[in-house]
């Protein structure tokens, strides 16, 4: 039986991220100038996307604590795919942002009265997933250990 405070950490790490991507899942299709969800959008399913790369990475990483193995290729490449999902992660965060700051611009419109709280919330669920994506290359570097590309490269045959 395996350290039950060494899997605690990532497993918390792991729940939360479901959680956040969950909530956030719903919110991509949520219109904070009409109050109202929008599926008829094709950028609401960018980020619907590409948690599936996310919800991939944290199956590996639990897999690898879990069974106490070492880090192989195919991690190494889903966790450099992850950092350009990073980046769309932060790019969502700016453009939630810049909807944001546009308030003042439709001051002769109708605006629901939750775009600023729902508003708000969106924000603070990105940020989070963004410090809980960060965590987990963390945890992945402590927990499952280095690329070691030396090694990586010797053992590249799944056979072995």
């Excluded at 060494?6 to 729940?15: A, G, V, W």
């Excluded at 899942?25 to 094709?42: A, E, H, K, Q, V």
């Excluded at 919800?55 to 490449?77: A, G, H, S």
Aim: glycine share 4%; hydrophobic share 50%; aromatic share 16%.
């Amino acid at each position: 039986m395996g350290n039950p405070i060494k899997t605690t950490i990532p497993k918390l790490n792991i729940i939360l991220s479901v959680l956040v991507i969950a909530c956030l899942l719903c919110l991509s299709f949520y219109s904070m100038y009409g109050g109202t969800f929008i599926f008829n959008r094709i950028e609401n399913y960018i980020f619907p996307f590409v948690t599936i790369i996310h919800f991939l990475f944290m199956y590996v990483l639990w897999f690898k604590i879990t069974e106490n193995e070492y880090p192989d290729m195919i991690m190494k490449n889903i966790e450099y795919i992850m950092y350009g999902i990073l980046l769309v992660y932060l790019y969502e965060i700016s453009e939630t942002v810049l909807v944001l700051a546009s308030q003042n611009e439709f001051q002769n419109h109708v605006i629901p009265s939750s775009f600023m709280p729902m508003g708000i919330l969106i924000i603070s669920l990105q940020s989070l997933l963004v410090l809980l994506t960060i965590w987990s290359f963390v945890i992945r570097k402590q927990r499952v250990g280095k690329y070691d590309f030396d090694y990586l490269n010797n053992h590249i045959d799944a056979w072995e």
